[in-house]
């Protein structure tokens, strides 16, 4: 790399990123330099007309060339913001999404308007954490589990939780099952479970495409996960006053709809839309 500045550097790798269609190229390219540096943002604005340190560059290099062949950002840092709070972030999980942080808000919701004062939550297909991590750090008197089939991904979920100083119980195991002590017990249960229809999945973003296929193939008709689910969500609420909250998208909205009418009959079910007004949760409510 011949840049001079390290805005010139921004500038020459804003271009090489833009030229292989990364939509938001310039913001890439400052995290990029700034990760390599070592950087706050503060750091990098009072830099701009340095000279760039040629330490580094050789490093840099090596992360814009991962970025150029389309790897997520986040995986190239290691980390990822949700609900206010940095998670580490590899390719064993699932980069948490900020429309994924309503469910935090509803559970946190739900809790406070029935005045439950220290509820039970279970965050089923839990990733990195970050859903489970953020409630209990969110509600310190809540009791939080979380399960993933995923050994790789319990084994960053845990690692958040030590970083982040959340008291999360985290199980390997099918959906509910590892919670069979729970039936019955679990007065709010969140989840974003995989839900891309598999015809879909060729079709995936390069970024999403490097992300598990675990973490987004829904099968067929994008319910093969959310069936069980669903069984497993009836047998561990609490009877009364108690909720479920999945995160789902669009192309799905209706057969999730229908299939919880059917298999919560005495519940109130509704569909919730995210700040961008897409269809983005289904919302399973007793009491
Ligand atoms: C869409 S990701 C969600 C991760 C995280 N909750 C988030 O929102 O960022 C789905 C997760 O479900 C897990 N998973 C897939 N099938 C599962 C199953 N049958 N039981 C438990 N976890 C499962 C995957 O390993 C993956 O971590």
């Known amino acids: 790399m011949a840049a001079k500045t390290v805005s010139s550097l921004i500038r020459s790798i804003t271009t090489r990123l833009s030229s292989v269609g990364i939509d938001d190229s310039g913001i890439d390219a400052r995290l990029l330099v700034r990760h390599a540096f070592g950087w706050s943002a503060e750091q990098q604005l009072g830099r701009l007309t340095d000279p760039a340190p040629v330490e580094q560059l050789e490093l840099l290099e090596s ?127 969140v989840s974003n479970p995989p839900y891309i229809l598999r015809g879909a999945m060729q079709g995936l973003q390069a970024e999403v495409a490097r992300e598990p296929s675990l973490a987004l193939d829904g099968g067929d008709d994008g319910l093969d996960v959310i069936r069980p689910l669903f069984v497993g969500i009836r047998a561990a609420l609490k009877p009364g006053w108690s909720a479920a909250y999945i995160e789902i998208d669009p192309p799905i909205a209706e057969g999730v709809f229908d299939l919880a009418k059917g298999e919560f009959p005495d519940a109130s079910i509704s569909l919730l839309t995210d700040l961008a007004g897409l269809t983005r949760c289904l919302a399973v409510e007793n009491g």
């Open 63 to 189: 992360l814009v060339s991962r970025r150029v062949g389309r790897e997520p950002l986040q995986y190239i840092t290691g980390s990822a913001e949700f609900y206010r709070r940095r998670f580490s972030v590899d390719p064993r999980v699932l980069i948490p999404r900020p429309e994924t942080e309503q469910l935090v808000v509803q559970a946190i919701e739900f809790v406070r308007e029935r005045g439950i004062e220290t509820p039970r939550v279970a965050d089923i297909c839990t990733g990195s954490g970050a859903v489970a991590i953020s409630l209990a750090l969110e509600m310190p008197a809540a009791e939080v589990v979380a399960t993933d089939i995923s050994a790789g991904a319990l084994y960053v979920a845990r690692q958040n939780a030590g970083s982040l100083g959340a008291e999360v119980g985290f199980f390997e195991g099918d959906l509910l099952d590892p919670l069979l002590d729970d039936r019955g017990r679990i007065d709010v249960i």
